[in-house]
């Protein structure tokens, strides 16, 4: 991978880097691997209001009928 950054953020990151005692790529590997990470955590996880909570569990509840295009998609299937 190649990047080209400001050179005031380069020695921003040499610092860093000299800090904790690494190298360059260990540094930017780490931590870019640790926030793709969190990004991947928090887009995984839908959070919904009270009332669309509510509404999801009615539904799981109280499905509604299955309509034309579910049957048929539902008889499209291959047999098990």
Known sequence: M??????EDKALLLRAVA???TDLTDFVIRH???????????ADHLQLSERDSMR?????????APNARLRAAAEALPPR
Do not use: M
């Open 2 to 7: 190649s990047l080209r950054i400001r050179a």
């Open 56 to 64: 999801v569990l009615d539904l799981l509840e109280n499905p509604p």
């Open 19 to 21: 800090l904790t005692h």
């Open 32 to 42: 870019t691997l640790s926030a793709a990470k969190a990004v991947i955590e928090e």
